[in-house]
């Protein structure tokens, strides 16, 4: 049995006893209805095993928890056609290590409504409109460490968002953060927002994002951050093109193409960022900084993974720390188990 069917049933027999103590006809059809509107719970155990190395520099190996994560999901409805939805999870659960320096934090937090012709609106901690739209290589690998970060500032705490139902293959995308004046995280009271639109027609994909980056979370400007990507689907394959900038801060390309082949994963993408000569850290100021990375990932069931991942990160001399050396590499196996 599924523990979130195994959990539902526990809390629904637990919440029934004491219905059944009060009303002792209650009949089957009840019980499973009273199951029904359970709320489900999920999570994962995510481990790493890494080697890290830079060119000229250091090296280290770690065990390490890879985002182990707890969550709970619950929705109901509130008329015909119209549906209210919860979320919340929490992370750095540190799964390695009994004694975890690691604290849980929420990861995401939010409450909503949707409905076929509404669309859907949510409030609270989620990813971002520009991220769902855009962000699709760097967001995509297990480990990541040397993937490259889109520079966008808006996100992910305090937003309201809406996501339109699609339009012949149209959806519209928007959302705005809510900085106040007691707001700690912020310096200014403020309202950055982003927009997004994304059209999809058979195999191709179109988006494209925007945030207006003027929010005071210590970004390095207000200047816009603009994004595009382009996917296309062909039957086990899937290829993604990526490109990002955001004036006096950097531009950012990456090609990508993930294959299915039965119960395993392949993945290749290249990432390039060019920082401007204007960015405000000087070791990376008018430089590149590249990154080529490999995923080989196998299922092993419906629940469990394993991958390795390989990184080879390159670009101008002294990006990695070391002067007159620009090579990093990180070798990574993992396992998930999900449910």
């Given at each position: ?7 539902s ?53 770690e ?20 549906t ?17 320096r690691?604290s ?5 937090a ?23 739209a ?8 297990e ?11 808006t ?44 059209y ?6 179109l ?13 390095e ?16 394959l ?14 950012t ?54 991958y ?11 990006v990695?720390?070391?002067a ?13 188990y999900?449910?």
């Amino acid at each position: 049995m599924k523990k979130t069917i195994l959990a539902s049933a526990i809390a629904a027999a637990t919440f029934s006893g004491a219905a059944f103590a009060q009303n002792p006809t209650l009949t089957a059809s009840d019980l499973a209805a009273k199951m029904d509107s359970m709320p489900t719970v999920y999570g994962n155990i995510q481990y790493v095993l890494y080697h890290d190395n830079v060119d000229g520099g250091g090296s280290s190996v770690e065990h390490a928890d890879n985002g182990s994560t707890l969550g709970v999901v619950h929705d109901h409805e509130i008329a015909p056609g119209l549906t209210g939805f919860f979320k919340i999870e929490i992370d750095r659960l540190g799964a390695d290590d009994i004694d975890s320096r690691d604290s849980f934090r929420i990861d995401e937090a939010y409450i909503g409504v949707k409905g076929d012709n509404f669309g859907q609106l949510w409030v609270g901690t989620d990813d971002s409109i520009y991220e769902r739209a855009v962000t699709e290589i760097s967001e995509f690998y297990e480990v990541a460490t040397l993937s490259r970060g889109i520079d966008y500032d808006t996100g992910e705490g305090d937003m309201v968002q809406y996501l339109s139902p699609s339009f012949g293959g149209l959806t519209i995308g928007a959302a705005v953060q809510i900085n106040g004046d007691a707001d700690p995280e912020v310096s200014k009271k403020s309202y950055p927002w982003q927009l997004s639109a994304a059209y999809e027609v058979d195999a191709l994909e179109l988006a494209f994002a925007v945030d207006s980056n003027d929010g005071g979370r210590g970004g390095e400007n207000n200047e816009n951050t603009y994004g595009l990507r382009a996917s296309y689907n062909l039957d086990n394959l899937r290829l993604t093109g990526e490109f990002h900038t955001r004036k006096d801060v950097s531009d950012t390309f990456g090609v990508m193409g993930i294959y299915t082949l039965g119960k395993n994963q392949f993945a290749l993408s290249y990432e390039l960022t060019q920082y401007d000569n204007n960015f405000s850290d000087a070791q990376f100021a008018d430089k590149d900084i590249d990154t080529v990375t490999l995923q080989a990932l196998h299922n092993l069931s419906d629940h469990m993974y394993v991958y390795f991942e390989g990184y080879l990160g390159g670009g101008d001399d002294g990006v990695y720390g070391v002067a007159d050396k620009s090579e990093r590499s990180i070798a990574s196996v993992g396992a998930v188990y999900y449910f």
